[in-house]
């Protein structure tokens, strides 16, 4: 990796909290390549290409590392093919660019059955956007998650409340003393294209400014 670029990690506090359309949104706010490590399931339409439908033609998408079939946890995903997925196959692409990382589910979700998915974090070294949607039982996953990436010392740099929130339930994880990130919003989309997302980008670029290095 270039030196001064960033590498981010998205990841959730669950699955289905909208890290693909999150990712997309920081990818045209960062002007940042994209890349899904492991894609179970959907390979008719993947999130790889589901992000490239979402942002610039100048964007670049690179191939996952691993595609399985079975829309379950990378581990199970790739039992049921007889394969084992190792650190050796998650290489990251080679890229001048910022790079945004779209990992599956949350921290805890395995990979093999020996890692999951927040020990590869820790081992790339990078900071991490965590995503949050607002869902019965999102406080205890929310601050459950931040405690662990603090008890590996892992940075997080994106607090992402994703669509609609209570503003009591943003409130209460916002007053938690180890919540040391910067908090970003991504509207609930009632048209979701690239239009939409572009949108959202600007707007982040209006509230926090530009972080893409000259």
Same mark, same amino acid.
């Given at each position: 990796?270039?030196?001064? $670029?960033?590498?981010?990690?998205?990841?959730?506090?669950?699955?289905?909290?909208?890290?693909?359309?999150? *990712?997309? !949104?920081?990818?045209?706010?960062? =002007?940042?390549?994209?890349?899904?490590?492991? +894609?179970?399931?959907?390979?008719?339409?993947?999130?790889?290409?589901?992000?490239?439908?979402?942002?610039?033609? *100048?964007?670049?998408?690179? &191939?996952?590392?691993?595609?399985? =079939?079975?829309?379950? *946890? &990378?581990? =199970?995903?790739? $039992? =049921?093919?007889?394969? #084992?997925?190792?650190? %050796? %196959?998650?290489?990251?692409?080679?890229?001048?660019? @910022?790079?945004?990382?779209?990992?599956?589910?949350?921290?805890?979700?395995? /990979?093999?059955?020996?890692?999951?998915?927040? %020990?590869?974090?820790? #081992?790339?070294?990078?900071?991490?956007?965590?995503?949050? $949607?607002?869902?019965?039982?999102?406080?205890?996953?929310?601050?459950? #998650?931040?405690?662990?990436?603090?008890?590996?010392? /892992?940075?997080?740099?994106?607090?992402?409340? @994703?669509?609609?929130?209570?503003?009591?339930?943003?409130?209460?994880?916002? *007053?938690?003393?180890?919540? +040391?990130?910067? !908090?970003?919003?991504?509207?609930?989309?009632?048209?979701?294209?690239?239009? #939409?997302?572009?949108?959202?980008?600007?707007?982040?670029?209006?509230?926090?400014?530009? &972080?893409?290095?000259?």
């Amino acid at each position: 990796m270039t030196p001064n $670029r960033t590498t981010l990690f998205v990841t959730g506090i669950g699955t289905d909290v909208g890290k693909t359309i999150c *990712s997309a !949104v920081l990818m045209e706010w960062l =002007k940042a390549d994209y890349w899904k490590p492991v +894609q179970a399931g959907g390979l008719s339409h993947t999130d790889r290409k589901a992000v490239a439908e979402l942002t610039s033609r *100048s964007i670049v998408t690179h &191939p996952e590392a691993i595609r399985l =079939k079975l829309p379950a *946890s &990378p581990h =199970k995903a790739a $039992r =049921k093919e007889r394969k #084992s997925i190792t650190v %050796d %196959d998650l290489v990251l692409p080679e890229t001048r660019n @910022n790079l945004i990382i779209e990992g599956a589910g949350g921290l805890y979700v395995p /990979i093999n059955e020996q890692l999951c998915m927040i %020990d590869w974090i820790e #081992s790339l070294g990078v900071e991490v956007a965590l995503v949050v $949607r607002n869902y019965l039982g999102c406080i205890n996953h929310t601050l459950l #998650s931040i405690q662990a990436l603090k008890q590996r010392s /892992i940075p997080l740099k994106y607090l992402i409340f @994703n669509g609609p929130f209570d503003e009591d339930t943003r409130r209460v994880i916002l *007053s938690y003393p180890d919540v +040391q990130a910067t !908090v970003l919003t991504i509207p609930d989309f009632k048209t979701l294209n690239a239009e #939409s997302i572009a949108r959202a980008a600007r707007r982040l670029r209006r509230e926090h400014g530009n &972080p893409v290095p000259s």
